[in-house]
T-cell receptor
Framework: DTGVSQDPRHKITKRGQNVTFRCDPI?????LYWYRQTLGQGPEFLTY????????KSRLLSDRFSAERPKGSFSTLEIQRTEQGDSAMYLC??????????FGEGSWLTVV | KNEVEQSPQNLTAQEGEFITINCSYS?????LHWLQQHPGGGIVSLFM???GKKKHGRLIATINIQEKHSSLHITASHPRDSAVYIC??????????FGTGTRLTIIP
């Protein structure tokens, strides 16, 4: 499978715990995006990497959220001290250029 | 403020009907995307438009830059077309701003 891969697909965690999601983009795609989607809403932008550089962060990304793409390939999104409001689907996408984009299947987070 | 609005929010139609989903945006865009999202979350890119019209199979997407409006049409609709269709735009930067989606249900 050469698509965008996300892991885990589902995560249930207790409030206050830390969680980490991983995204493996399509090989050679230099652009990588993280979005968050809550039920009934369209996705919202969180952050964007070009290669290993994090070029933009949304104000939605509080200091409990951190994203990395250390070698310009896979990326991780960590949420510290999770809150119930963090429950959402976290979508990763990658693209080789601005006019095309490929999405992963998403990682569902439930904070109980 | 960069905004994308879609209508209708929900659409139910009989198999075979011609479907139209509308999208309007607030200010000038660099590109507009139509996306399809199935239950379970995965999103597939259907079209990217900056002008004119594109067609792929039974799907047609149009954009009118002057009116800041785009439409997605489905001809000869089929139950497998049931999904959420999302309009998203880039406003001169790399990130997508999404509409809230249109939930389409095609009844056999």
């Amino acid at each position: 499978d050469t698509g965008v891969s996300q892991d885990p697909r589902h995560k249930i965690t207790k409030r206050g715990q830390n969680v980490t999601f991983r995204c493996d983009p399509i090989s050679e795609h230099n652009r990588l995006y993280w979005y968050r989607q809550t039920l009934g809403q369209g996705p919202e932008f969180l952050t964007y990497f070009q290669n290993e550089a994090q070029l933009e962060k949304s104000r939605l990304l509080s200091d409990r959220f951190s994203a990395e793409r250390p070698k310009g390939s896979f990326s991780t999104l960590e949420i510290q001290r999770t809150e119930q409001g963090d429950s959402a689907m976290y979508l990763c996408a990658s693209s080789p250029r601005v006019d095309t984009i490929y999405f992963g299947e998403g990682s569902w987070l439930t904070v109980v | 403020k960069n905004e994308v609005e879609q209508s209708p929010q929900n659409l139910t139609a009989q198999e075979g009907e011609f479907i139209t989903i509308n999208c309007s945006y607030s200010v000038g865009i660099s590109a507009l995307h139509w996306l399809q999202q199935h239950p379970g979350g995965g999103i597939v890119s259907l079209f990217m438009l900056s002008s004119g019209k594109k067609k792929h199979g039974r799907l047609i997407a149009t954009i009118n830059i002057q009116e800041k409006h785009s439409s997605l049409h489905i001809t000869a609709s089929h139950p497998r077309d049931s999904a959420v269709y999302i309009c998203a735009a880039t406003f001169g930067n790399e990130k997508l701003t999404f509409g809230t989606g249109t939930r389409l249900t095609i009844i056999p």
